[in-house]
Structure formats: C-alpha cells, structure tokens
C-alpha cells in the first residue's frame, strides 16, 4: 500500500514538476494548472503559469474568488490534469510499476477530500482514487 506521496512516491504528488496544458495556458506542474482553474481572473491564470513555487502559489489561492462552479467541476479538472500528468514518462511508466497496489495521498494536514488524514485515518481519498482510475486505464482495465 502506498500511504503518502512523500519518499519514494514524492512523484505522484501534485507539486511534482511535468507540463500540463490547460485551456490552452500550459503549467509547470498538476497544482499549477489546478489551482488556476479554481479562478476565472486572468492575472491569476498568469501568476498560476509563472514558475512560482507550488507551496507559494497554493497559499496565495486561500486569498482569491472561486469561480461559482468550482464544487461541480474539480474532479474533472483533477481528472484531466492528472490524466495528462500520468500520459507523460517517467510519471506514466513509475505509475504502471505500482501494479495493483491501493494508493493513498495521506496527509497531515487533515484534507479528507482529497486524502486520508494520516492521524484518523479518515478521508474520502479522491486524489488517490483518480490516480487509481488512471494506471486502470493505461494498464487496459
């Protein structure tokens, strides 16, 4: 089972570097594009394809407005850039080698929408599930 995408499984993390084109904007990374997504504004769109770190740029998102689908679309958004992430080498090949193991993003930071709260073991693990989703689908399942 892998627990946490630190370690060894650092490269199945969001913030880990790969270009992601997203509505013709690329990104340096998975959080990049994501994160510009949460926003209609332009300026932010811009600052998301700069090459601001992914911890920066992830605190500065807490400050802006969330376009009103936002809570209908993230999956999808996560989905297409996860799917584009996992399409390249050496992520989609690192991917197909976890074979069928249960993959987990768990975190400490007690996100249970997209992880598993390392201390409670709850969460929803959406993260982990689309990635999931993903090797199925490159593995032919």
Known sequence: MIKEFRGEYAWLSNFASVP?????????SVEHAYLSAKSKDDAWKKLCASNISAGQLK?????????????????DVMRECLGQKFSQNPYKRLLICTGDEHIQEG????DKFWGVCLKTGVGNNHLGNLITEIRDINNGK
């Open 20 to 28: 992601i084109l997203l509505d013709g904007i690329q990104y340096p």
């Open 59 to 75: 605190q500065k998102s807490y400050s802006i407005i969330i376009r009103a689908d936002w809570e209908r679309i993230r999956l």
């Open 107 to 110: 975190n400490n930071w007690n």
